[in-house]
């Protein structure tokens, strides 16, 4: 004690720290020695590290694939005919404008031919044509060379507003809320 007591005072505390005794930490639920201690942390640990990197690799799947599907890549006729040899039978896209005196209607689709900035190339589609589909009506079709013609079997008219510009009473009466 330093100092002299008082009387009602109470008795010093010793505040001093008590030296630990040396040995392993062990978790909650562990043995407290051994090697039990450290191998199933570093277990747990790992697994979650596992965890994790699966999560990440297939969010990583999810957006690669997601973003993909969601652009729409394509060559004009030009680059496509000039790339020829270098796609090969790989699949692709390729936008172009069909030319009026080339459609034909076949059973399985429609043969044509379709051009950008002077370039023509030969298509032959399988499958439904779009209602909207007709010449000078610039197309995205997808497929591959096969020889010297472009063989298709997806095809994408673009639209313009001409409808509006044309119907304005049909589409204003269409736009009316109804009760």
Known sequence: ?????????????????????????AAVGAPAT???ASSGVRRRRWRNLAMIAVVLVALG?????????????FYNVDEAVAQRGELGQRRFNIQGTAIPATIERTS??????????????????????????????????EGHWDGDRFSSDRMIVKHSEVYRAENPDRVDAYDEPRP
């Open 1 to 25: 004690m330093s100092g002299p007591e008082r009387p009602g005072d109470a008795p010093a505390v010793d505040l001093t720290p008590l030296a630990a005794e040396p040995g392993p930490v």
């Open 34 to 36: 051994g090697r039990g």
């Open 61 to 73: 799947a999810v957006l690669v694939r997601g973003l993909g599907d969601a652009t729409l890549f």
């Open 108 to 141: 399985e689709g429609a043969t044509f031919e379709i051009q950008y900035d002077g370039v023509v190339a030969a298509v032959v589609h399988r499958g439904d044509l779009p209602q909207l589909f007709q010449a000078d009506i610039p197309l995205v079709l």
